[in-house]
């Protein structure tokens, strides 16, 4: 019997074997009500969806209440994760004859936006956290590489403290991209605050949302009137610091009043979405550590995870396949890691297809020699092929998590018989 399971919990888990289990939705939205709606009103009324003709900015609230919750003495509101990655990337002042050593498993936003900037993207495996692998970074550090992303994915930290380590050494910049790990933490510390600069997404897929939006954070000024400048033509806002650093040219990356007044009223419920997803995922971590060889993903703080999915590893891919559609068969989702990509195994990344032919990243001598394809990453397709999990909704009733586990416990002993 699982550990903390009890004949009458077991009972109760049997009595729901047939009741529907809810497909998991997404987080932000299940958490909307009249608090995101007294924002969008507020904004309506004033008429004045802009930021900076705002008498009393949401954005501005929401990027003081952000850096706090983050622990970080700056944030940046931007329209996407991807624009706080393009953002990142030019207040490290990372552009061409640069190189950026990303994880193979990840968004495409990661590699895209190296490229966009110029610079040369180079892969690193992944380990059994489905993050970046610390043990695979040095061998691909050149006297070009400038900096790191460390991705945390799905809800899960990465080995950032062995990252970091690897990274001052070699005087290297940290990239935290948290974009699908907000509010997620490493030892006590948020994920994004112990880097050179963090990245979020708040797209609809995310811990908090207004379907799109995104925030850049770092303790660095400097970094942060980069950031700043960048996002906004070039120019720095008073709210923004008086502007120490010459201008430079810059995109428009702004965030709206409407997206900031749904994000501030999310930002004061990001602790109850997750400590439901936590309260969800452990139910299902209690109930299957005792099933017989288990086996999950990689915790680097169990603690720190948001608790977004509930990962067991297979011997092998036909094992794990198994498992999904015996899962799927009881009427529950079950799905292989997903929300990212295999980047070398993208066609435009295999044959480095980018906007112009003259693009720099793969026309210096280094970056024509730089190879991607399925032989560049062996060890994170064979981790990706034997993984199976469950996806959390914050939202499930301890009678539907009964109904999961048992399903759980049935499949999985039935394929690893």
Not at 42 to 50: A, G, K, Q, W, Y
Not at 188 to 207: A, E
Not at 217 to 241: I, K, Q, Y
Not at 328 to 350: D, F, H, N
Request: proline share 6%; glycine share 8%; net charge positive.
């Amino acid at each position: 019997m699982a550990a903390g399971v009890g004949p009458r919990a077991l009972g109760a888990m049997q009595a729901a074997a047939t009741a529907p289990v809810q497909r998991p939705r997404h987080w932000g939205p299940l958490y909307y009500d009249e608090a995101e709606r007294v924002q969008l009103n507020d904004v309506l009324e004033s008429r004045n969806p802009f930021r900076w003709y705002a008498a009393k900015s949401k954005v501005r609230q929401f990027e003081q209440e952000f850096a706090a919750r983050m622990q970080t003495k700056h944030a940046l509101a931007v329209t996407s994760g991807t624009g706080a990655l393009q953002v990142a990337l030019a207040a490290l002042e990372i552009g061409p004859g640069d190189e950026v050593i990303l994880p193979a498993w990840t968004w495409h936003s990661c590699f895209n936006t190296i490229v966009l900037a110029g610079a040369l993207p180079v892969i690193a495996e992944i380990d059994e956290t489905f993050n970046i692998d610390p043990n695979d970074i040095e061998r691909h550090i050149t006297p070009q590489t400038k900096a790191v992303m460390a991705v945390h994915l799905q809800g899960n930290p990465c080995q950032i403290d062995k990252v970091l380590e690897i990274a001052r050494r070699h005087k290297l910049r940290v990239i935290e991209d948290c974009a699908q790990s907000v509010g997620a933490s490493f030892r006590g510390r948020p994920l994004g605050s112990m880097g050179d600069v963090g990245i979020y997404s708040l797209q609809q897929n995310k811990t908090i949302t207004a379907g799109e939006g995104g925030a850049v954070v770092t303790n660095d000024a400097a970094l942060f009137e980069r950031a700043a400048r960048f996002h906004d033509m070039g120019m720095v806002r008073a709210s923004h610091g008086e502007g120490k650093l010459d201008p430079f040219i810059g995109t428009n990356y702004r965030m709206n009043e409407f997206s900031g007044g749904v994000l501030l009223a999310q930002i004061r419920k990001i602790d109850r979405i997750i400590g439901d997803a936590r309260a969800c995922a452990r139910r299902l971590y209690d109930a299957a550590r005792d099933l017989p060889g288990v086996e999950f993903r990689k915790l680097p703080d169990p603690q720190g995870d948001i608790g977004a999915a509930v990962f067991l590893g297979f011997r092998d891919k036909e094992q794990r396949d198994a498992y999904i559609a015996g899962m799927k068969a009881e009427g529950v989702v079950a799905q292989p890691p997903g929300g990212s990509v295999v980047l070398p195994l993208v066609p435009q990344i295999m044959n480095k297809r980018t906007i112009h032919p003259a693009w720099p990243s793969f026309n210096t001598a280094r970056g024509k020699s730089m190879q991607y394809g399925p032989e560049t990453c062996p060890k994170t397709i064979a981790i990706l092929n034997r993984f199976g999990g469950i996806p959390i909704d914050p939202k499930w009733t301890t009678n539907e998590t009964h109904r999961i586990v048992a399903a759980m416990q049935k499949v999985y002993r039935a394929v690893r018989a």
